[in-house]
C-alpha cells in the first residue's frame, strides 16, 4: 500500500493526522506512525486538558503525543494556545479586567509553549477567532480584551517558542467568503504591523459534494500576502451508512484537496482530524452523520486513502 508520508514528502508537503494520545498503539499506533509525519493532539493541549484548575497542570496526554512523534521522526502541530471553546472555567467565567486577563492568557502561552519549546512545528495560537461574517466572535478575549489579543498572543508565542511557526487557524475559511477575507485582512494588518504571523490554518470541515471551488485561489491569495498555509482538520462527512457511490465521490474530494494544497507552494501540508472513522468527532455532532475520514472503523483504508495517495503521484 502506498506510504502517505514518504509521497507527500516527494511532494514537499507534510500529511499528518490529528490523534488521540490513549489510543497510540496497536494497530491505530502502527498507522499513525508509519502513514504520517505530522500529528495533532485533537484534545490534549487544549487549555481545558492541560490547566483545569488554576495553577495544577496535567501534561501527561500532551508529553505521550510529542514522545510519540519524536520516535516516529514526525511534526507535531501544537493545538491550541488561545480558543473560547474547552476552556477551564475559571478563564471562561471569571471576571477580568483587560489587563487581568491579557496576563492570564500570556502566561498560559508561556507556560505551555514554553514547555514544549523547539520540539513543535506549528502552533495553532488563536483558534477560531471569526464569527461567519467575518466579525470577531465576542469570546472572553475579544470581550475583556478587545482586538488586540491576537497580537497579544502571537508575541507571547514568539517569545515562549522561536522556532515554532505560529498560525491562526478557523474553519469555514477554505473558500473566499466573508469569513475568510476578515482572516485575509487580519493577517495582512498583523503583518503591516511586525506582529509575528508565519502561517493561516484552514480547518477544512468540510460536507460531501461541498468542497468550495475557491479553494486553491483562497489558498494562493494567502500565499502571496506572505505567509504559509496549511489544511488542519481535514475531514469530509455524508449520511450514514455510505453508498459506494458516496465513497467514490469522497475519494475525488479528498483528492482536490490534497492536490490543492500541493499545487500552491506555500502550502505546508494536510493534516485529517482522525484517519480513523473510529476516532472521529462528526457522529457525536452531527447526527445521522459520518464516515468522514480516510480509513473504515476497522482501519481499512477507504477509496478516500488512495485519493490522497494519487493526489500525491501514486499510480
Ligand atoms: O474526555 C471525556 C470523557 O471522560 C467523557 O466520558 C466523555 C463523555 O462525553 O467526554 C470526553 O470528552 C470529550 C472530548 O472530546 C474527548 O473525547 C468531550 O465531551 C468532547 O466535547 C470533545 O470533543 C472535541 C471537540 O473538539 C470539542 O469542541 C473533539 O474530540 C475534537 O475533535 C474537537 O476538535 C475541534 C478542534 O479542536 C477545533 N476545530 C473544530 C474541531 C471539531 O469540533
Known sequence: EPVLRDLAAAKGIYYGTAVTAS?????????????????????????????????????????????????????????TL????????????????????????????????????????????????????GTRRQS??????????IADALRAARAADPAAKLYVNDYNVEGVN??????????????????????????????????????????????????DVAITELDIRMTVPPTTAQLAQQKAEYKAVTAACAAVARCE?????????????IPDVFTGYGAATPYDENFQPKPAYYGIAEALGWV
Open 23 to 79: 489510543k497510540l498503539n496497536g494497530t491505530y499506533g502502527t498507522i499513525t506512525g508509519e502513514q504520517f509525519d505530522s500529528i495533532t493532539p485533537g484534545n490534549e493541549m487544549k487549555w481545558g486538558s492541560v490547566e483545569a484548575t488554576r495553577g495544577s497542570f496535567t501534561w501527561s496526554g500532551a508529553d505521550a503525543v510529542v514522545a510519540f512523534a519524536e520516535a516516529h521522526a514526525q511534526k507535531v502541530r501544537g493545538h
Open 140 to 149: 472572553v478575549f475579544q470581550t475583556a480584551i478587545g482586538d488586540s489579543y
Open 178 to 227: 466573508a469569513k475568510s477575507t476578515a482572516l485575509y485582512n487580519l493577517v495582512k494588518s498583523l503583518k503591516e504591523q511586525g506582529v509575528p504571523i508565519d502561517g493561516v490554518g484552514l480547518q477544512a470541515h468540510l460536507i460531501l459534494g461541498q468542497v468550495p471551488s475557491t479553494l486553491q485561489a483562497n489558498i494562493q491569495r494567502f500565499a502571496d500576502l506572505g505567509v
Open 82 to 133: 488561545v480558543w473560547h471553546s474547552q476552556l477551564p472555567n475559571w478563564v471562561s467565567n471569571g471576571s477580568w479586567t483587560a489587563d487581568t486577563l491579557r496576563t492570564v492568557m500570556t502566561d498560559h502561552i508561556a507556560t505551555e509553549a514554553g514547555r514544549y519549546q523547539g520540539r513543535i512545528d506549528h502552533w495553532d495560537v488563536v483558534n477560531e477567532p471569526f464569527n461567519e461574517d
Open 269 to 281: 501540508g494536510v493534516t485529517v482530524w482522525g484517519f480513523t472513522d473510529s476516532d472521529s468527532w
